[in-house]
């Protein structure tokens, strides 16, 4: 269900979080809200009347509106034009997978479902129950999200540590099989938690 409240809330953190990125990276932030309020005129059309209400709060961010069917293009072919992607639930989920593609797939991708207090992290493929017992599945995405944790909570030099840990890992190896390798997944995160050593 989409409410004004609750499209406020994850809007304002969406502009905070492009706010952030700007700062940190030293660049104009921008903010895509994307929805599909030609269609949905209730649902959609809300949740874009609210976020257009909420991102003027912020001006020094480029605030830019797209279709849904038109970001998953975009994000398909030109993953680079976005920077913080604002949508609904359902059309978060499809999009997180399609962006997936430019980082290596499901078994790379974190994600973080923050909230005003609380926040869940997990990685963008789930359960994966085709798999579960057989000790194939790439626990970099789970790692992932525990960088996203520790950034989360402000600590960002223990953050900053296992991501440059995971990356070592992607170049050198171990790699499970979904990247081509024969490794399990205890050897891949034994070998990231070695090199945080």
Partial sequence: MITRRASTRIVRSACELARTRATTLGRPGKLTIVHKAN??????GLFRRVALEVAADYPDLRVEELLV???????ARSAERFDVIVTTNLYGDILSDVACIHGGGLGLAPSANLGERQALFEPVHGAAPDIAGRGVANPLAALRCVALLLEWRGRAEPAARLRTAIAQVLAHGPHTPDLGGTATSAEVSATVLGRLE
Wanted: aromatic content about 0%; hydrophobic content about 60%; overall charge negative.
């Fill in 39 to 44: 269609v949905l005129r209730v649902s959609d």
């Fill in 69 to 75: 069917d038109v970001a998953a293009m975009d994000l």
